[in-house]
């Protein structure tokens, strides 16, 4: 402890580099273990402190940042910012960080490998094989569609969008359509060889749609029975965004009524938890939002979380602020 240094607290557990760097400049309180703090003990290990290094699985409101009065940085590492209330830290002059471009090709990796999957049904494959339902060859056996030369839908096309799309068109032979809030620039549409069109009409061309769009009040649910509805019957839906983008339910009872061929999800409306209706579907690829997971795309972005931190503390330009008219201390 170093009463002169600030203080600062890593949230989760961090890899030991972070937690050296974050030393050398800080008085450190890292958490130990793979718990997650309840809100109730967030704001308990908050007071006294400066700075936070935090992850997606801790919620930053108002309500809590008037409980931390000396809180001045909170620096996440996830691209995703929808855990933290950004326009309440700005307003109490908090400033705010995340760790976008880092992660970008490694999602853009799982992404296409997730769309793979589910076209051509690997996972039902492999738990079929493992329980010893393997019997013989037919010619229907596990058909699945065709990801070679099919449309790529893409709703939000920001880097790991365009990331994906780059995959579908140059890898895959694929025609790319695209939604996104803003059109993307002429020359960024000539070279990835992407169309834009309305949500309504993407929904209905794609072959594989792939969800990339930031979480927020608007994208809450924008795909659901509605939405679901105008898709193709033989389509697949891809999730690596944010579990509440999609109504489960929804999603589940076309799944299950084969309305759309198959779906592969990375992320959850409640995760950890996994809604049972789709636990049960062959027709859902599911994994534990692990997009981003690999060795060096996950140090890149612990350490980026942290060079911001220390910038934020120390008077230097955080590398990635998400509100830059906040000053660094
Ligand atoms: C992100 O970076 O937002 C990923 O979803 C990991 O949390």
Redesign the pocket.
Known sequence: MDALKPKVLIARRAPAAVVEKLSAHFDVDAVQGDGVLTPDELLARLQGKAGAYI??TERITGELLDACPELRAVCTM???YNHIDLAACTARRVLVTN?PDV?TETTADFGFALLMATARRMSEGERLLRDGGWKSWSWDFLAGSDVYSSTLGILGMGRIGQAIARRGRFGFGMKVVYHNRSRLPAEAEAELGARYLTKEELLRQADHLVLVLPYSAQSHHCIAAAEIALMKPTATLINVARGGIVDEDALAAALREQRIAAAGLD?FEGEPRVNPALLTLPNVVLTP?I??ATMPTRLA?AGLAADNLVAALTGATPPTSLNPEVLPL
């Open positions: 992850t997606g996830s691209v995703g760790t992660l992320v939002h997009a981003s972005m």
